[in-house]
């Protein structure tokens, strides 16, 4: 999957694209075919950067439901012959999810279109695991027949079947289907539902890690096993490591780190960061100056997650440096430096801003440190963080900095979290929004009464406006 192309932030689809509430707010103010095509833009090309962990189909289908719209682009797209040349589940994943909330609001229609999809679509197990949490049943039990087809009865199709059924997010059809009065369904899913458990069982037995016994030199030798195969294994290495090497390992172990292959040395350097070893500093400095790009990403990794006093001193020395290891410091500072760090974290997070833009991945440290140290100088970086960033996430974190940075939070950003698409944001915003604005309270009454809200958000609300609740 392509990255998306994300539009500016001042603009209709923009908004809806990062998932701002000001995106609902403004959709339900513009002309409805206008905020309808934006809002299927979104759908139909999910703009999420890591669509696995940040949110947008609630959100997406409450627009949805404001907007009285019909799911015809939605069907056009699932139902499109692309689907069956492209079958990334991330080609239709936000749509199926969409249509997923959309049903459990009581969409009948997006029932039906899911239903149809899980029967003849290529991401038919996306749809099912939907279906799993809305459907009855009734509609479930018609699946089977569609869904066993998929896979052929010979030997391969069986082992198929078995993986499918094995690694089912949602295992409620399944065993609808084992129980099916059909037998030619229930003895098959049965058959599968064994074989699957006996190949996880299989595997479980055939471990092809490090055993017991192993010398220093086997665990970096099995790390350089798998760089010559393309795969980073410095990191359980470390971990084996951890269980082998003993005090008169030590010596053999400082070498590695300091001129070994690449390999043992990433798994060296985190074995002795982990273990705060006194020399792990140094070598962590010296790796960064004369490692390859490898060991230099592997040094600042272990650097990170030193928790010693030692590690925070070493920080306030290299927090200045323009290299990775300066921000690493920065971050460092963030999670474990005091009040006296305020500055060199405020200085770490406007130079990542103004070198990476707002969607680096070190601002997700760094903005939280803003956050817990109450930089209230980190205002006003953090409020142009909050607007531009492509990440929920992200914003999230923000949002959660500024209420505890910016007295104007209250009633400025806290009031259009309430319609975030990520639940923490809406969980701020309901322990912060300033109920003098009658949008807030509401809003915070359409979620505390809304079944598909978070249990999170909706204690969040009930402790502004329960029974108990203080006088606004």
Do not use: K
Not at 99 to 120: E, K, P, Q
Not at 342 to 351: F, I, N, S
């Amino acid at each position: 999957m392509f990255d998306p192309v994300i539009a500016p932030s001042g603009t209709l689809l923009g908004l809806l694209q990062r998932g701002r509430g000001d995106g609902t707010l403004h959709a339900l103010t513009a002309p409805r075919a206008e905020a309808l095509a934006a809002l299927n833009h979104c759908v139909l090309r999910d703009p999420r950067h890591d669509w696995q962990v940040e949110n947008r189909s609630l959100y997406y289908a409450r627009l949805f439901l404001d907007l009285d719209g019909e799911p015809d682009e939605i069907e056009a797209h699932l139902f499109d012959s692309e689907d069956a040349l492209d079958t990334d589940e991330s080609r239709t994943g936000l749509a199926l999810a969409v249509l997923g909330h959309l049903a459990s609001y009581g969409r009948r229609d997006a029932l039906a279109l899911l239903r149809r999809y899980a029967a003849t679509g290529a991401n038919w197990a996306w749809a099912l695991d939907e279906l799993a949490l809305r459907d009855d049943d009734a509609g479930l039990r018609a699946l089977a027949a569609p869904v066993l087809a998929r896979f052929s009865t010979d030997a391969e199709g069986e082992a198929e079947l078995a993986a499918a059924v094995r690694d089912a997010f949602e295992p409620r059809p399944w065993r609808l289907w084992a129980d099916d009065p059909r037998e030619s369904v229930a003895t098959r899913v049965r058959a599968a539902h064994e074989a699957g458990s006996f190949d996880l069982w299989q595997r479980q037995m055939r471990p092809t890690g490090p055993r017991p016994g192993w010398s220093v030199r086997a665990v970096f030798d099995w790390a350089q096993q798998g760089a010559d195969r393309g795969t980073a294994r410095h990191v359980p290495a470390a971990r084996c490591l951890t269980a082998v090497a003993g005090p008169g390992d030590r010596p053999e172990i400082l070498r590695a780190a300091r001129a070994g292959t690449d390999a043992a040395r990433c798994t060296a350097l985190r074995y002795l960061a982990d273990g705060d070893d006194p020399d792990a500093l140094d070598l962590v400095e010296s790796a960064v100056s004369d490692g390859s790009a490898t060991v230099v990403e592997a040094a600042v990794e272990a650097f990170e997650r030193m928790r010693g006093a030692a590690a925070v001193d070493r920080a306030r020395g290299w927090a200045r440096r323009p290299d990775p290891l300066g921000a690493a410091a920065g971050r460092v500072l963030a999670c474990r430096g005091t009040v006296r760090d305020r500055d060199l974290v405020l200085a770490a997070l406007r130079e990542a801003v103004r070198g990476e833009g707002p969607d680096a991945p070190t601002l997700w440290t760094l903005v939280d440190g803003a956050g817990r140290l109450v930089i209230t100088c980190a205002a006003p970086v953090l409020r142009h963080i909050y607007r531009e960033t492509a990440s929920s996430h992200l914003r999230g974190r923000a949002a959660r900095a500024l209420a505890a940075t910016d007295p104007s939070f209250p009633a400025g950003f806290a009031v259009e979290c309430l319609w975030d698409c990520e639940e923490t944001t809406r969980e701020i915003a309901a322990r912060h929004a300033e109920t003098g604005d009658t949008r807030v309270v509401e809003r915070l009454r359409r979620l505390a009464s809304d079944p598909a809200e978070e249990d999170e958000v909706q204690t969040a609300v009930r402790s502004r406006i329960g029974p108990d609740a203080p006088t606004a």
